[in-house]
């Protein structure tokens, strides 16, 4: 038995005629003989009505409740679904989180999946062409519903997929036809990449390249699951999200991410002594504010500049925090017309030379560099946001992508 | 621990406003000291909303899938009420069918209870105030959802009363203040009743007087639940139905109901003979047509009329299938202005000459009776429409009603 896992998002199931144009990818997949998971998001617009709703009801409504109101989202989806390919003659049925199942924590609202049986999927599979799954939950040990947040239903598809072994692959489909080098707004010289592999799509992805959900190119690289990333609008392959292989390596840098949510704080000659960090980091953390890049300029007469960036739109709040704490900074700067530019490549791994690149072709383009910082297979730098699309254009030209 | 049942209908938990009210009645009732369980319908409009969107995706639903996309109304009130009684700091959550369990055969759309195990709802009531559940809804045992077929929440509710045991109570809310002697619009005279029995209830809801699901009535009484109709938008103490006793068998008549959902339908000349009902009878039945007095005149030469009435939405197709099924009647008459008047009481167990008072009043009120059946504790005359509010009128007063 030849398993396909395909996931469609919002915009795909929100009203009829968008759901024909789904049914026409799944009776293709079928026609080539694969028997079918199709993994479903609730119509666009609708998590949000629901939420809406919620909050009329209660200031601070429960999250379990919370996931009791939304899980029906992706239920009608399943569903309204079901009954267009049946009536299609499709042998199908619905199956939901629970039904599964799907068994994840009791973190509600944003649960982690703890396991997945597809021991009753593969014998439903057996009987039905086509299984039609409810994305986004699932359910405790104890039976109360869940679910596993925002872009969730990628999450689950990809994990269905890791649960059926057997190199399952899972087909997202999405409104962009792939994994480009970097933003076609940015870049007129941007390309659909047509292999990518899982490091470089985490690095692309939790650059801002929103394509796939973070947590199920996680999953994916953990269970080497082939993730294809393609369009409902187009009969475009896509780009092949997969673990890395030689070819790819031959390749420096596979793509150029931007970010433009960075806002940069600098705390002015503090003390450069230990615990300085610590008493700094601490409280922002505990506000739930994520630090993203640190620079600690060299100490001069005992005193040094911290700088970090946070979210722009935890800018006011930091600030806040960080001034509640107290510290001994001389004065707190900030700003927000900053953004990030990364080059992301696995390559990197095994060729030195990549970041005199990268500084070089900036600093021949005449662009300043306000903070810099690399991992195995990415080197980011924090640029003025008015110079972010020269410095796209330069870098994607220096790497000849 | 005391337990009480509160059912709570679609017009009930229509919007915020609404469901405040709702909140009101269940504060108050775990003022008195009771735990509760409360079960809700989906908004009204919600179900119909639902459906109309089903036949919009294919001409004929699937019915398992109907259930999975009809179960969302009761899951969104249930999520949504809870919030709001968390919200006024009770400890309350939503609990569906599928979590209780409520184990239902797989007649999708109709299923019917097969069994419900109340100890973890016992047990959650142990920690919780208020258990929201959803109405309407179970689960076949092998995880598929199903619905109870419409007003199934009256049945949910009181099947729940009777799965808590120990003579826990189930008060029914809805938009009138209790079951009534007779339809006020018809009769000035009619009053609401204090009590009413099982059997005297289920001969009222059949005849028309829609406070209650035929099916709950059956459930309450077989398992001995007292069930209480009341308004929610009233502090009315309502009508108590409940088991036969004493004060009741003294009283001779209850209430009058009526039926105008009746059509009639005679086949003039037909043989007299073993067989001839059965050949008329079993068409009508297997296209589902449900017949209700049958009347047969005596025999002439061989030949006799037999005259029946079925609901007067099946008229057409019951005549359309007498046609096609053949017979030897010399022609087929119909009538579609006719009602039924049935006067209901426990007391006729006891006592002779109920049916003489009955027929004598009529009469004296120039009204022609067409049809008449009884049974242990009913007395049914079909009349013309035309006498029907006349015929009410007569009869309650003719009891002192």
């Known amino acids: 038995m030849r398993i396909l896992v395909q996931k469609f998002g919002g915009s795909s199931v929100a009203d009829l005629e968008c759901m024909k144009k789904v049914r026409s990818k799944v009776l293709a997949a079928r026609e080539e003989g694969y028997k079918l998971v199709v993994v479903l998001s609730a119509r666009a617009g609708q998590t949000n009505s629901l939420l809406e709703r919620a909050y009329q009801w209660s200031d601070e409504p429960d999250l379990a409740e919370l996931d009791v109101l939304l899980t029906t989202g992706e239920q009608e989806s399943v569903a309204l679904f079901s009954m267009l390919l049946q009536d299609a003659g499709v042998k199908a049925r619905s199956i939901l989180g629970f039904q599964i199942p799907i068994i994840t924590d009791d973190a509600f609202g944003s649960a982690r999946i703890d396991s997945i049986d597809a021991t009753r999927l593969r014998e439903l599979l057996e009987t039905y062409d086509v299984l039609v799954m409810a994305g986004f939950q699932g359910r405790t040990p104890d039976m109360r519903l869940t679910t596993l947040g925002r872009g969730g239903s990628d999450t689950s598809a990809v994990a269905i997929a890791a649960a059926l072994g057997d190199d399952t692959r899972c087909d997202i489909y999405t409104d962009v036809d792939g994994v480009y080098t970097t933003d076609p707004r940015m870049c007129k010289a941007a390309h659909k990449l047509d292999r990518i592999c899982y490091d470089e799509m985490l690095e692309m992805a939790s650059m801002g390249a929103k394509v796939l959900q973070i947590r199920s190119v996680e999953i994916a690289e953990k269970y080497n ?104 900074a001389s004065k707190i700067e900030s700003s927000a017309s900053i953004a990030k530019v990364s080059v992301v490549g696995v390559g990197m791994r095994n060729h030195s030379g990549v970041s005199g690149r990268v500084f070089d072709a900036l600093y021949k383009a005449g662009i300043n560099l306000i903070m810099i910082s690399t991992s195995e297979v990415k080197i980011s730098c924090l640029v003025d946001e008015a110079d972010l699309e020269l410095a796209v254009n330069v870098l994607h030209k220096e790497f000849d992508l």
Chains 1, 2 share one sequence.
């Open 225 to 328: 699951v082939p993730v294809r990333v393609r369009s409902t609008f187009s009969n475009d392959p896509g780009t092949l999200v997969t673990k890395e292989d030689d070819m790819m390596e031959s390749v420096l840098v596979s793509g150029i991410a931007t970010d433009k949510d960075q806002a940069r704080i600098t705390l002015c000659d503090v003390q450069d002594r230990p615990g300085t960090a610590a008493s700094i980091f601490n409280p922002l953390g505990e506000a739930g504010i994520v630090v993203d890049m640190i620079i600690q300029t060299a100490s001069r007469n005992g005193v040094t500049d911290m700088a970090f960036t946070v979210s722009r739109k935890d800018l006011k709040r930091a600030i806040d925090v960080l001034t509640k704490a107290g510290n001994d």
